[in-house]
Structure formats: structure tokens, C-alpha cells
């Protein structure tokens, strides 16, 4: 499995970034009052990067203890997969909050900071939420198995000698 590519979380960042510009556009165009991320959404961005770290370091643990039993690959593999999903999604929701942030700001009214806190707190959330995952990512990282290293040293670019 690849690791998530600074790209991917970018492309992640602005269409997230688009999406939230839209939504506000699209809410004021109708009358409505613009789109206030609620609280509870940072929280949840926070745990979730806490739990992808929480997954990820029982599978460092057990990759660093020599008298420990050998981590299940397909465990390891599951949560490195949540950590790449979790870090996609914050890069989305910190671009979604940077672009309700960038459709107030453009807004011929001064909008004072404590307006736009909720947005401002789910774009650090969305980032922390990135943080972590790369971190729990990186953490389920297994060595290889000693036939694997034997494999890779025979077929290091040598021709095979028959």
C-alpha cells in the first residue's frame, strides 16, 4: 500500500475549499443565512485522528517489542487504510472550513473574528486531523519478512546464474 501523497491531500483541500465557497454562495444567493460548521464536528474530527493514532501505536508497539508475537499484516494494513481515508477527509473538511473563511472574508461587510470562530476551529481540526493520521500512517509501517529481505537481495539487478 502506497502512502497518502502530498498531492492527494491538496486536491482533497481544494475541492473542499471549492465546495464550501458553493454552499455559502449558493445559501446567500437564496436568503439564507451562510453555513456555520457546528462544534461538534471539530470534537469529532479531533477523536477520530485520536483513534487512527490509538490503532496505529498498538501496531507500532508490537512491531518494536522483539518478545512481542508479530503484528497481524491485515490488521495493520485495515488501519493504515483509515488512516489514509481520515487524513483525506480532514484535508477536505479544513478546505471546506478555509472556504467558507474565504467566501466571509470577501464579503463587503467587516466581519469580526468571533463570527467566523467555528470555521477557524474546524479548519485547525481538519489539519490536526491530517497530522494524525499521517503520524498513525507512518506507525503502521512492518518490517519485512526475512524471506522477503532473502528475495529482494537475490533479485537486487544480478543476473541469474543457471
Do not use: N
Not at 456555520?36 to 470534537?43: E, F, G, H, K
Not at 500512517?137 to 512492518?142: A, D, G, V, Y
Amino acid at each position: 500500500m502506497k502512502r497518502t501523497s502530498p498531492i492527494t491531500l491538496i486536491v482533497c483541500a481544494i475541492i473542499g475549499a471549492a465546495a464550501g465557497a458553493v454552499v455559502d454562495v449558493a445559501l446567500t444567493a437564496s436568503a439564507r443565512p451562510t453555513f456555520t460548521p457546528p462544534y461538534m464536528l471539530s470534537i469529532l474530527l479531533v477523536l477520530l485522528g485520536l483513534f487512527c493514532l490509538a490503532f496505529a501505536w498498538q501496531i507500532r508497539r508490537a512491531v518494536k517489542d522483539p518478545s512481542a508475537p508479530r503484528p497481524d499484516p491485515f490488521r495493520a494494513v485495515r488501519v493504515a487504510a483509515l488512516s489514509k481515508a481520515s487524513s483525506m477527509l480532514g484535508a477536505a473538511a479544513g478546505g471546506f472550513a478555509l472556504g467558507l473563511i474565504g467566501y466571509l472574508l470577501t464579503r463587503p461587510a467587516v466581519i469580526g473574528l468571533g463570527s467566523m470562530a467555528a470555521e477557524i476551529v474546524t479548519a485547525v481540526a481538519g489539519a490536526a486531523l491530517v497530522a494524525l493520521a499521517l503520524i498513525a500512517e507512518h506507525l503502521c509501517t512492518l518490517p519485512k519478512d526475512p524471506d522477503e529481505r532473502e528475495s529482494d537481495a537475490d533479485s537486487s539487478g544480478a543476473e541469474p546464474q543457471f
